[in-house]
């Protein structure tokens, strides 16, 4: 079974990552996408709402979708959550499972310096999605790309192409995605709580009705 591993604050979860899981559910041919709220982190913002809270808007704006679901194992960890052991703890979990773990360029670039890096590239496959603002040509100078030429990268960019693969460590590959690039982020629509202004089709009505009612992210909290 082929599962998308989708890992975010998700504060708030919209259309932007909603729209995205369900182009990589596609174009990877996948079973499953697992939507991850984390919990604790080590790059916590004082607007992050409780991660009980980001579980449940999660929970909310997937329902009806029967080929996603959301998981609470970051949520209940009570220390800092670091990908590589979340993966370890659903391989242990779910032995014969193969995953996916989906994030964005800008992350993709950063994982040098995430926690195990290179024994995170052996556990689980890598899906990097486009995001606004960045290109898939920003790789070429990534060291886990060597091998991907800056044609092909340019290729992706100008949507000759939906996917590029390749082997990315002896068990790990790595698959850029081209997905439509939604102008939605969660610190926009954070702003506009904030300052009082409609967040109307920018994230599920369901959503939109939790955060009303539990007065979330107003006042910049």
């Known amino acids: 079974m082929k599962t998308g591993i989708y890992g975010g604050a ?3 979860i919209h259309y932007g990552h909603l ?5 990589v559910f596609y174009l990877m041919s996948l079973d499953k996408v697992l939507f991850m709220p984390s919990g604790r982190t080590p790059f916590d913002k004082p607007d992050l709402a409780k991660a009980e809270e980001r579980f449940e808007m999660v ?3 997937i ?5 996603f679901g959301v998981s609470d194992i970051e949520v209940k960890t009570r220390t800092k959550s670091f990908t590589v052991d979340t993966i370890r703890k659903l391989r242990a979990r779910e032995s014969g499972k193969e995953f996916f773990f989906i994030l ?3 992350a993709f670039l950063d994982i040098g310096g995430w926690k195990e890096p290179d024994t995170l590239i052996q556990m689980t496959h890598l899906v990097v999605i486009s995001r606004p603002g960045y290109a898939f040509a920003d790789l070429s100078s990534s060291p886990y790309l060597r091998g ?4 092909a990268l340019k290729e992706l960019d100008m ?8 082997d990315i460590s002896p068990t790990g590959k790595c698959c850029l995605c081209n997905v439509t690039r939604l102008h939605v982020s969660a610190s926009g629509i954070r702003e ?6 409609e967040i109307r089709y920018l994230l599920p009505d369901s959503v939109k009705s939790y955060i009303i009612s539990n007065k979330l992210y107003k006042n910049g909290k």
């Open 148 to 151: 991907v030429s800056r044609k």
């Open 59 to 61: 929970k909310r704006a």
């Open 104 to 106: 964005g360029i800008d």
């Open 10 to 12: 998700f504060n708030p």
């Open 192 to 197: 506009l709580i904030a300052a009082g202004r």
């Open 159 to 166: 949507g000759e192409k939906s996917v590029l693969s390749f």
């Open 63 to 67: 329902r009806g979708n029967r080929h």
């Open 19 to 23: 729209r995205t899981a369900e182009e």
